[in-house]
T-cell receptor
């Protein structure tokens, strides 16, 4: 089955700096890659996603890049703000069947003032 | 904006007891999921459900677990005989025919 690795497990940046979180996946059948933000005790919230026919997608301060050949994808947050502090999870999913999400192990992002 | 809802927010039960966790998916969504998250760990897939049947389940989803869509709005997860290791946050999610899954707020299950 699919295995998603995520790095780093913790990331501390100064406010205004950029943050990059990286994930790799193992199953070449995966073609949908969402990113979720989870604040303490809250639900995972979808912040951006990318499908395999696209190499990059941007939404304001957040961008995701995908390299299908290397089976890795990354989340980029620019101009970080304290409210960006949370745990970020990457995930991968194939189309077809149940479309289950296989999650990475999460990155605790802390944006310091 | 419509959201997935779940009840209860917190359930405490004794080991060996049955629990039912309830979810109301977003109304026009067709695919439903249960995931669980043990404290401090990643979110793990349990089961997916479409067209009134299970489409995929994980090895966690053994005979103690079952799902049901008893009416047009609710989606339930039943754990027949709870174990200590079932203690976790259980999230329901739903999606349309596109891939985006939206999660409910979760039910924290504590098994004593």
């Amino acid at each position: 089955g699919e295995n998603v690795e995520q790095h780093p497990s913790t990331l501390s940046v100064q406010e205004g700096d950029s943050a990059v979180i990286k994930c790799t996946y193992s199953d070449s059948a995966s073609n949908y890659f969402p990113w979720y933000k989870q604040e303490l005790g809250k639900r995972p919230q979808l912040i951006i996603d990318i499908r395999s026919n696209v190499g990059e997608k941007k939404d304001q301060r957040i961008a995701v890049t995908l390299n299908k050949t290397a089976k890795h994808f990354s989340l980029h947050i620019t101009e970080t703000q304290p409210e960006d502090s949370a745990v970020y999870f990457c995930a991968a999913s194939p189309t077809g069947g149940g479309n289950k999400l296989t999650f990475g192990t999460g990155t605790q992002l802390k944006v310091e003032l | 904006e419509p959201e997935v809802t779940q009840t209860p927010s917190h359930q405490v039960t004794q080991m060996g007891q049955e629990v039912i966790l309830r979810c109301v998916p977003i109304s026009n969504h067709l695919y439903f999921y249960w995931y669980r998250q043990i404290l401090g760990q990643k979110v793990e897939f349990l089961v997916s459900f479409y067209n009134n049947e299970i489409s995929e389940k994980s090895e966690i989803f053994d005979d103690q677990f079952s799902v049901e869509r008893p009416d047009g709005s609710n989606f339930t997860l039943k754990i027949r005989s709870t174990k200590l290791e079932d203690s976790a946050m259980y999230f329901c999610a739903s999606r349309t025919d596109r891939s985006r899954q939206f999660f409910g707020p979760g039910t924290r299950l504590t098994v004593l």
